[in-house]
């Protein structure tokens, strides 16, 4: 029943040019394509807005449209992030999420993106937003990371 799910990116197996290659397929916004559990598994919504940040890129842009070296500079980015919130046990926010000797994860404390909007950017100084998507938010710097040019 799991076969549809793909490889997360901290699997040995995971094979980043294979999921770029996916990617370069997909004409919808790249953070859709990031939370798209058959095509990368393990990345949620907070470490895709943290991938975007690092990456500089936002996530509107679709997928399609980004060169084959910015996705795979994005798939290492949300590597680099999900192995460095397992260091440090995760992204608590509330009470039901703590690990087995009822600890919470501190890497709240480093998120650079989420849950930051009206902060300055922490590479740029510019106000961090905030806007829905998919029932979600989605956290990003204006400056570091802008929307996509509207084609006309």
Sequence with gaps: PVAH????????RFDRD??????????????RQLLDQT?????GNIYADEALWRAKLNGTR???SLPRKRL???LDAATE????ALGQGGTSFDSLYVNVNGESGYFERSLDAYGREGEPCRRCGAV????????R???YCPKCQPRPRLRH
């Design 5 to 12: 799910i793909a490889r997360d990116p901290l699997d040995p």
């Design 18 to 31: 294979a999921v770029v290659t996916v990617l370069r397929h997909k004409h919808s916004e790249i953070k």
């Design 39 to 43: 095509v990368v598994s393990g990345v």
């Design 62 to 64: 679709t997928a399609a």
């Design 72 to 74: 795979a500079e994005l």
């Design 81 to 84: 992030v999900m192995t460095e």
């Design 128 to 135: 961090m937003r905030r806007e829905k998507f998919m029932n």
């Design 137 to 139: 938010s989605s956290f």
